[in-house]
């Protein structure tokens, strides 16, 4: 634990710091699955978040095999991340090649994908829940108890963020601030076609030029997109073209 006190007290206050009036729920969901990948024991991680009008919807992710088996989750209505939603608990999957049958369908994606281990966390206080996260491994094995304990910490941070923003607006209002935070998940990943298009790259490799760019220029990603879709970011910056 020593060798990461300071990256995980960093990730803590970077996390803090994202509280504001003014938050994006983007930013804040994808800044949690970055330092999940950068602190703990994992390959990939990603979030499902509670729409308003009822059921969850992919907020972030930290690749796109990732966001693509959070999304199957949801069309098949059935997956540890799910369950963690559900049920308020944490959900360990050792090894998804015992016992498939529990999800069969999300264990073969899982493992098509390279998967072997997941664990999802709830995003929960108490008895509010209003998404889950995702942790996927390559190899299968247990996510030590430590990591667990720090997974959920960095859960609860952002759970108390967007419970704090409903505790402090009308519902009516926060409901519509999160399907704007979910719509806006659209817009990036349209961004992250046209990059892909333009440059000849992997949606991966698209978003993390996006990424990188935003933060390098103290930009919100949310807007970055958005100005990519709308035309007005050159997509030849972005991606390092030199100019003609």
């Given at each position: ?27 804040l969901a994808q800044r949690l699955v970055d330092d999940c990948v950068r602190l703990l024991a994992v390959d990939a991680a990603g979030i499902l978040l509670a729409a308003p009008g009822g059921g969850l919807q992919v907020l972030a ?86 990591d667990v304990l720090v997974g959920q910490a960095l859960a609860d941070i952002a759970t108390i963020g967007i419970l704090h923003q409903r505790a402090a607006t009308r519902s009516e209002t926060i409901n519509q601030q999160l399907q ?65």
């Open positions: 634990m020593n060798e990461r006190e300071g990256p995980l007290v960093k990730a803590f206050v970077e996390l803090a710091d994202t509280l504001v009036a003014d938050y994006d729920v983007i930013e992710s930290t690749t796109e095999q990732a966001r693509l088996l959070e999304l199957f989750q949801v069309q098949s209505e059935a997956g540890p991340c799910l369950l963690a939603y559900r049920s308020g608990g944490v959900v360990l999957v050792e090894d998804l090649t015992v016992e498939p049958e529990r999800w069969p369908a999300f264990a073969r994606r899982a493992i098509a994908d390279g998967f072997g281990a997941v664990c999802a966390l709830p995003l929960r206080l108490r008895e509010e829940r209003i998404g889950a996260l995702n942790l996927f491994s390559a190899t299968a094995g247990a996510l030590s108890a430590q704007t935070a979910l719509n806006t998940r659209i817009i990036i990943e349209q961004a992250k076609g046209m990059l892909a298009e333009r440059g000849g790259l992997d949606m991966d490799h698209a978003f993390l030029r996006l990424r990188t760019y935003a933060r390098a220029n103290n930009l919100r990603l949310t807007e970055l997109a958005r100005a990519v879709v709308q035309g007005t970011a050159e997509i030849g910056t972005l991606l390092g073209e030199s100019a003609p």
